[in-house]
């Protein structure tokens, strides 16, 4: 197990790794490889760059670039002089990330080339930006990444941290809303180390291999990396989400950890070469971000030949909460629509809408208490507050239950549930139920108007390539698989279904023209 006495905050891990191995690859991207020493020169280097341009400790630097090796050497500069990253969603539109630029009030903003053009558009709208520098040569007016740290000491200011420092600031979806800045700071992430260490889960061996797909804005990309390297464990990053690319890099770099959402899970599914494919140095995968089938996990269970890990957290944790380990991924525990069991240091309850704790089987809203909870959501005191109550106790607006034995079932957001004719429907149990047809790709439920409920199911599905049948097999399919409150009422057929970055369907915009003009009764 990772001795953590030397690490006393996230600027250590570079330090403590290139001290231990300073010639083993810390980093590999698109053939290029960084060791430890390297990854930690370059990084104080970033620091000594960030100080020279006139930041402060709490000053923000924005980040708007597809996965890059340099993210981490950025990343860790800024925490060795004690400045914020802020991450930006790079799929959304450039009115919403100037958005964000503005709330975040980023002082430097770090750009991957895809995106100089979208700079352009909205720099004028950015008036706390004083610097813009691209991580890959090229621009005409702004520094290459590795020019402009390169013109600096590699000396370690070491400057002492504090454990309230914003390490990074996640922005929410923002899919009931502005997104949010979610503050998390030393303090959480030295829970997170102990925590994830604590539980198992997170134990890697050094110098093995860790895949990083997931879009480092995420937390769940931030953490996978991170929890890597600070044991000392080889990354393989990937620019974005590509199956091909993903399954070529399961082989060739003879990955033995990789994070990957279950809508990644289903790709690779149906992805050709896959039934082929070597999967023999593939020790675990780590799942979580959005619900998964059983059908699918099932798929995955036996083309992979490894084990299963589901994760369930949220930003504002830090990403913890809860896991189901690889022993109740077994079919004869009958666990794997749970998210498992609280981590060591988290407690976790369900209240019911009368605020009471709800008794196994009973709905109700998870909330979560622990070291990693968020400090607060940045500028956002009455959201804050909102979601924090005074006794720490998180909001986190999942539906779900515990069952007799302790573990946690999620079955929604709470406000994607369905109300008709007075029943709750969530819409994962339904999904679950589409999923298991094996011509079915992928599969959304909503609610839409009914005059006689007041909301109907809807299910939403995407076919497997050349394979279709017929909106009442589905139904019919469903209807001896849950109750017939349940069942969708109608089925409509897209050819692919809309996703935030982390997996989760968009349910808000499947709704949008079905309840146009209409308030809708659940929000």
């Not at 590795?146 to 923002?174: C, F, K, M």
């Not at 134990?203 to 291999?209: A, F, G, V």
């Not at 990693?372 to 607006?397: H, L």
Request: glycine share 8%; with cysteine.
């Amino acid at each position: 197990m990772t001795d953590l006495s030397d690490i006393h905050s996230v600027a250590d891990v570079p330090r403590v790794q290139a001290a231990i191995r300073p010639n083993a690859e810390a980093i590999w991207f698109e053939g290029r490889t960084t060791t430890f020493a390297e990854l930690d020169r370059a990084s104080n280097r970033c620091a000594q760059a960030l100080l020279a341009q006139g930041l402060k400790p709490g000053d923000r630097v924005g980040v708007l670039a597809k996965n890059i090796d340099d993210f981490f050497v950025l990343w860790f500069g800024a925490v060795k002089a004690r400045v914020t990253l802020a991450p930006v969603n790079w799929r959304l539109a450039p009115p919403e990330v100037a958005f964000i630029l503005r709330d975040a009030g980023a002082k430097l903003l770090v750009v991957g080339q895809d995106f100089a053009g979208v700079v352009d558009m909205i720099i004028s709208d950015l008036p706390d930006v004083r610097g813009l520098v691209q991580f890959e040569p090229g621009h005409p007016r702004w520094p290459a990444f590795r020019d402009w740290i390169s013109q600096h000491p590699a000396e370690d200011p070491n400057l002492a941290p504090r454990p309230d420092d914003d390490v990074i600031q996640l922005y929410t979806s923002g899919t009931t809303g502005l997104p949010k800045g979610v503050q998390l700071t030393q303090a959480n992430f030295m829970a997170l180390f102990a925590l994830a260490l604590e539980a198992g889960w997170a134990r890697y061996e050094p110098e093995k291999t860790n895949l990083v797909v997931m879009p480092l804005f995420h937390v769940a990309g931030t953490n996978c990396g991170l929890l890597a390297l600070l044991q000392g464990v080889r990354n393989i990053l990937t620019r974005e989400v590509n199956p091909v690319e993903i399954l070529a890099r399961l082989q060739d770099q003879r990955v033995n950890y990789a994070f990957l959402a279950p809508t990644i899970i289903n790709m690779l599914l149906l992805t050709p070469g896959v039934e082929e494919a070597d999967f023999s140095h593939l020790e675990r995968v780590f799942y979580g971000a959005s619900p998964i089938s059983e059908t699918v996990l099932r798929q995955a269970q036996a083309r992979f030949g490894s084990d299963f890990t589901q994760l369930y957290g949220l930003t504002e944790t830090i990403g913890g909460a809860t896991y189901l380990p690889p022993e109740d991924h077994a079919p004869e525990r009958d666990k794997l629509r749970s998210a498992g069991k609280p981590w060591p240091g988290f407690e976790v309850q369900v209240i019911t809408p009368e605020g009471k704790v709800a008794a196994p089987g009973e709905v109700g809203e998870v909330k979560i208490r622990a070291k990693g909870v968020m400090k607060g959501y940045w500028n956002r005191p009455d959201a804050t507050v909102e979601a924090i109550c005074s006794q720490g106790w998180f909001s986190s607006g999942d539906a779900g239950y515990f069952d007799e034995e302790g573990y946690l079932y999620i079955h929604d957001r709470v406000k994607d549930m369905i109300v008709s004719g007075g029943e709750n429907v969530y819409p994962a149990e339904v999904e679950n139920a589409l999923f298991s047809h094996p011509a079915v790709a992928d599969a959304a439920v909503i609610g839409v108007p009914d005059e006689k409920w007041g909301e109907a199911v809807k299910g939403i599905v995407v076919f497997k390539p050349g394979q279709a049948v017929s909106a009442e097999e589905l139904i019919a399919h469903c209807r001896e698989r849950i109750a017939g409150f349940k069942t969708p009422k109608s089925i409509d057929v897209v050819e692919v279904l809309p996703r935030n970055p982390s997996g989760k369907v968009l349910r808000r915009e499947l709704r949008k023209p079905y309840w146009e003009g209409r308030e809708r009764m659940v929000g």
